[in-house]
């Protein structure tokens, strides 16, 4: 049992640190992908990516959601960093429920708005190499 607990703590404290301490904000000036979703609960995420050698150097998201969608972007982007486009592609929701060990209970639409918007950067990138 305390095992378990202690888990829970430290899951809970993860959750207050990207809560206070979100990590990757801010908008990009030159990004080489970019996104801007709004979820249906009315938050809006933005995602920009940098790209070198096949993996993503930088990424930064900006919000005007509330803390939950806040630490969904914050996770979502150190997930994201520092892999190739095709791994990063791989992150689902799922990835980023599991590391808040499913904390957000209702708000799981957050962490879909958050992959939804990083898949939307990743593909405005793709498709500029493409023209």
Known sequence: M???FKEK????????????????????TDPDG??????QCGDTM???VAIKDGKISEILFYTDGCGVTAVCG???TELAKGRNIKDALRISPA?????????LGANVHCA???????????????????L
């Open 2 to 4: 305390a095992g378990k």
């Open 9 to 28: 703590k430290d899951y809970l404290k993860q959750l207050l640190e990207h809560l206070t301490k979100p990590r990757n904000v801010g908008r990009m």
């Open 34 to 39: 970019a996104a801007i979703v709004k979820g």
């Open 46 to 48: 933005e995602m920009y």
């Open 74 to 76: 914050s996770i979502t």
């Open 95 to 103: 990835d980023v429920i599991d590391e808040l060990h499913d904390f």
């Open 112 to 130: 879909i708005l958050t992959v939804i918007t990083l898949h939307k950067a990743l593909a405005d990138y793709l498709l500029k190499r493409e």
